[in-house]
């Protein structure tokens, strides 16, 4: 005869409390019912495992016995069935974007969307690779590049300001002309959309003389070297508006030429957009982009 499982929990109730009462409102079920079950389990033992002691109920030997050995197992039963109910309460969103966006920019806003929004547990991935969405656990990738990924939403976080950027040690804001930098050591990213062959042309300078440079395949590295005076980085202020507002970084060109571009897009596949999570994280995404803006411009 197979067991009656739910009579066994019914059962480890009764024992453990030692009342059919406390036990049906433990269970939320009605008196009635928990001595069907009981009696059940005691049909498929072939022995008695309660017996009655006024209002409340006593374990025959054979129902001490076989309490001392589910006692464990049932507990651990119930423990797993509470953690993986608290576990689907909680919902995962996973955050790919760039370590440089990452680190510079969306490390230091996190607080708030967490504290927004204490039911969403986030995954936060910094990687350079674009993510295979119908492969991977990704829900949002902030990704940099043009914008143009068939099959893929693609909503631009901000058109960011290139500027040459280097610690006041090194020179001071505005005291550089756009000729004068071929003397400094120039720090490229190497990943950036915008590189000073670039920006010499659009500065309307041609070096004469053979340029001094730094490489780095991380923007962030970029920012930090500027910081620590190895020369002037080509840099958006987007990625390095905390430098630039605690004074750490300062455009040493007087009259810089104007180059603004978007290169860092929230992107999902259209379906994930359906989700409360991903849409969340979108309206935060615009919020602290606007914010962010809004600061920018006032400094101006």
Known sequence: MQVPLRAIGVFHAVARTGSVTRAAHELGVTPSAVSQQ????????GTALIGKAGRNVVLTEAGERYFEMIRGEVERITEATQRIRGFRSVTTLTVRATPSLA??????RLAGFIDAHPEIELRLDGTNEPTAF???????EIRH????????????????R??????PALAAAGSLAAEDLPRFRLIHS???????????????VTPAERLRRLFFDRTHMAIDAAVGGLGIALESDLMMWAEKRDGRLICPIA???RITL????????PDHLRHSKVKLFFDWLRRERDNWLATRDASL
């Open 103 to 108: 680190t510079k920019w969306l490390l230091p």
């Open 162 to 167: 290139f500027l040459p950027v280097c610690s």
């Open 145 to 160: 590049g043009t914008g143009q990924w068939p099959g893929l939403v693609a909503e631009g976080l901000v058109e960011e």
């Open 38 to 45: 009981v009696q059940a389990l005691e049909i498929s033992l």
């Open 255 to 257: 009259e810089p030429p």
């Open 190 to 204: 190497v990943k950036s959309q915008v590189q000073w062959p670039y920006w010499f042309t659009c500065a309307g």
């Open 134 to 140: 119908q492969k991977e656990n990704v829900d949002v």
């Open 262 to 269: 978007v290169t860092q897009w929230a992107t999902c596949p």
